[in-house]
């Protein structure tokens, strides 16, 4: 796009955090009309790029920036968020922004809302106007629209949304600011599936065809090559390529990202089911009202010493297994667990009797992101388990080496990228803080681990540490479970069995080895079916 003018010119970039250089003379340039792909490692400074750009207070409290900032031709420095839009800039974070007890309608509108004068207005103030709530439904309607999603009613409360769902809304808010120039969107496909992701690509190349400059991050390394004109790759804080899309692949992108060969993250045997062992988990007319992900009386088991994968499209139930099992969303039916019931709704009988859960919703429940990594390793198994504690009399304290000691060998057996025990957890990486939610679920030392996205938002180097976690969890120590993911890919790679979910049931029970055609028509529905070994029965 030679001729396209810069909406967008960063020139020599470098920010240190209390004397750690986390940007090194770092230079990028987004055209109008242009999507341009930014890539990097966990920790690379993509988020900490794009704060400077917003104005993030987090910059000017750490001591600011060096380098130059061109913003639609002109010296930009913002010294806080409202400059940033006001200038023209919109920013969906990795974070969502929302307001849980507003509507959809309040959030897109927020700081800009459409008012009407009234009597009180006309005599004293426009301060008393009333806020015209049909016609900022209107304008939400129209930019939830835009994105070409179903399924959101711009009246809807925010609170209790799939996350899939917020996301958009988030978009949306964006997407309805009249004067925005530039859109950066920090991994906005990382709590998506892929057919929500296809539906938002979509949508960021129309808006592109309009003249607006986008600056795409994300760790999905075939979306950006297939959205983006050009890519800019980071590592450790330094540009170490600039790439046109279609002269570049995922591999290379990937091995420039980590600075090392990648080989394709495939693990070493195949994921064959076991041949003998007993049914370790029994459901049975499973119901579960989670929000946008109803499941609909379901019937299944879980064999000791298996990887079982939940898949399936977004809003079709795959996620309200496990959260209805571990209690955390209103559930009916029956669940036993080593041939005893677990009482439902009841979060602390399923952690009692053996069960652990790795949360989709890393940040907001799978983690307290003010504590120390030692101390989110060891809390659960605290309070459900008694461990890490020493009694004095009757009296029940922190056992502080204990703590110490386990904190130390699980950062060297995640092999989690940590200044020390004692770190803020909200000061990680997202990959490392995805380590510590599954060593915090095996901190319970249980018999059935329950673990929901647990790729989701991390890079390719991440992800494949995570997946080697679990498979090791499962090979080596025999941990069954029970893993629900949107990247089928992963399923077919660790799992000896896959159940799709579709409308809230079982659509079927697949093997990893069957076809893609055969995976496709169970995700539509167009087929139920359930095979295990040479055993074909309808579902």
């Known amino acids: 796009m030679p001729s396209a003018p810069m909406v967008l010119k960063m020139e020599g970039i470098t920010k240190e955090f209390y004397g750690n250089p986390v940007l090194k003379n770092v230079s990028l340039d987004v055209k109008q009309g242009e999507i341009h792909g930014l890539v990097g490692e966990n920790g690379a400074g993509k988020t900490t790029l794009m704060n400077i750009l917003f104005g993030m207070p987090v910059i000017q409290e750490t001591g600011g920036f060096s380098g130059r900032i061109l913003f639609d031709g002109r010296e930009f420095l913002p010294r806080e968020p409202r400059q940033a839009m006001a200038a023209g800039i919109g920013m969906v974070h990795q974070e969502f922004m929302l307001i849980p007890g507003f509507s959809v309608t309040e959030n897109i509108k927020l700081n800009r809302e459409i008012t009407r004068e009234n009597l009180l207005s006309r005599m004293f103030s426009r301060k008393l106007e009333t806020l015209d709530m049909p016609a900022m439904a209107a304008d939400s309607r129209k930019a939830i629209d835009a994105l070409a999603f179903e399924g959101i009613d711009e009246w809807a409360p925010v609170a209790g949304m799939p996350v899939g769902h917020k996301q958009f809304v988030e978009i949306a808010r964006e997407i309805d600011k009249e004067n925005v120039k530039l859109l950066v969107f920090d991994e906005p496909t990382a709590v998506l599936t892929e057919s929500e992701a296809a539906i938002l690509l979509d949508a960021l190349k129309r808006l592109a065809r309009r003249g607006i400059g986008i600056l795409f991050i994300s760790h999905r390394l075939d979306e950006v090559l297939a959205t983006c004109d050009r890519i800019t790759v980071l590592r450790d804080g330094e540009v170490v390529a600039e790439k046109k899309a279609g002269e570049t692949t995922v591999i290379e992108l990937a091995e420039l990202m980590v600075g090392r060969k990648v080989d394709g993250l495939r693990l070493a045997d195949e994921a064959k089911p076991p041949e003998t062992g007993e049914d370790v988990l029994v459901v049975e007319d499973l119901s579960v009202n989670m929000p946008g992900e109803r499941v609909r009386g379901v019937s299944f088991t879980v064999k000791r010493g298996e990887i079982l994968g939940i898949g399936g499209l977004a809003g079709h139930g795959k996620l309200g297994i496990a959260n209805g099992i571990m209690g955390l969303q209103p559930a009916s039916g029956r669940v036993k667990f080593l041939g005893k019931e677990i009482s439902l709704n009841d979060p602390l009988s399923a952690l009692k009797a053996g069960l652990a859960f790795v949360s989709e919703d890393r940040r907001n429940i799978g983690l307290l992101l003010d504590e120390t990594l030692e101390d989110n ?103 069954t479970i029970i893993m629900t993911s949107s990247e089928l890919v992963e399923l077919r790679r660790i799992c000896h069995r896959i159940m799709i979910m579709y409308d809230g049931k079982i659509a079927g029970i697949l093997p990893p080895d069957a076809s893609d055609a055969e995976f496709g028509l169970t995700m539509s529905g167009e087929k139920s079916t359930e095979r295990s070994g040479e055993h074909e029965t309808t579902g």
């Open 377 to 479: 390793l060891v809390l659960a198994a605290m309070q459900v388990h008694g461990r890490f504690l020493r009694r004095v009399g009757p009296f029940a304290m922190r056992d502080s080496g204990s703590i110490r000691r386990h904190a130390l060998e699980t950062i060297k057996e995640f092999d989690i990228r940590t200044t020390g025990p004692r770190q803020v957890v909200r000061r990680l990486s997202g990959g490392n803080q995805q380590k510590v939610c599954i060593a915090r679920a095996i901190s319970l030392e249980p018999k059935l681990l329950l673990v929901s996205e647990p790729t989701r938002g991390i890079d390719v180097g991440a992800k494949q540490k995570v997946l080697e976690i679990l498979y090791r969890l499962n090979r080596e120590k025999g941990l």
